[in-house]
T-cell receptor
Framework: NAGVTQTPKFRVLKTGQSMTLLCAQD?????MYWYRQDPGMGLRLIHY???????AKGEVPDGYNVSRLKKQNFLLGLESAAPSQTSVYFC???????????FGSGTRLTVV | LAKTTQPISMDSYEGQEVNITCSHN???????ITWYQQFPSQGPRFIIQ???TKVTNEVASLFIPADRKSSTLSLPRVSLSDTAVYYC????????????FGQGTTLQVKP
């Protein structure tokens, strides 16, 4: 099993550009999450989904949008990238909330 | 949502047992305690979860006293590869979207 796969692994964007981060899981998990991790800040929840077709805001949702059109995929979009969005982004999934999150390997995004 | 407090950093030597304690004074009745491990440039990895008393798996043990206001993650005979950040989380299924990873405990294992 691949678990949780994130693409791309690295990306450099110019301020104002847009991009989509893809998260795919093959464990048939209902719950999926997008976190960002900044130095000394721990992980902060951006958006999450409790099932196909649902999304909800987390702790730091501003500047991001998400979609869960298929159960196995959770997309994170940046419409107009800003330097403050330079971070490492992690996707995770779980069978039910607060039970054994499986994380992807991360996407390192730099906005210049 | 229960707030957790854990040491920012700890040092140990290879072969020693390491105990990392997490305080969660306002833990709710239906809350579980979960620990994750994160290596540099990787996503966190689930280690262990428990509700009360003691839980053991092939990686670690989790000790939870009767009042559940704290918990201790025990790593037996650590090696250099156990150098990582360890996160303690407290919550329940009803806390969807409200679980937050704090700064965790950075464990440095020395030779």
């Amino acid at each position: 099993n691949a678990g949780v796969t994130q693409t791309p692994k690295f990306r450099v964007l110019k301020t104002g550009q847009s991009m989509t981060l893809l998260c795919a899981q093959d464990m048939n998990h209902e719950y999926m999450y997008w976190y960002r991790q900044d130095p000394g800040m721990g992980l902060r929840l951006i958006h999450y989904s409790v099932g196909e077709g649902t999304t909800a805001k987390g702790e730091v949702p501003d500047g991001y949008n998400v979609s869960r059109l298929k159960k196995q995929n959770f997309l994170l979009g940046l419409e107009s990238a800003a330097p403050s969005q330079t971070s490492v982004y992690f996707c995770a999934s779980s069978r039910q909330d607060f039970y054994g999150y499986t994380f992807g390997s991360g996407t390192r995004l730099t906005v210049v | 949502l229960a707030k957790t407090t854990q040491p920012i950093s700890m040092d140990s030597y290879e072969g020693q047992e390491v105990n990392i304690t997490c305080s969660h004074n306002n833990i709710a009745t239906n809350d579980y305690i979960t620990w994750y491990q994160q290596f540099p440039s990787q996503g966190p990895r689930f280690i262990i979860q428990g509700y009360k008393t003691k839980v053991t798996n092939e990686v670690a043990s989790l000790f939870i006293p009767a009042d559940r206001k704290s918990s201790t993650l025990s790593l037996p005979r650590v090696s250099l590869s156990d150098t990582a950040v360890y996160y303690c989380l407290v919550g329940a299924s009803s806390n969807t979207g409200k679980l937050i990873f704090g700064q965790g405990t950075t464990l440095q294992v020395k030779p």
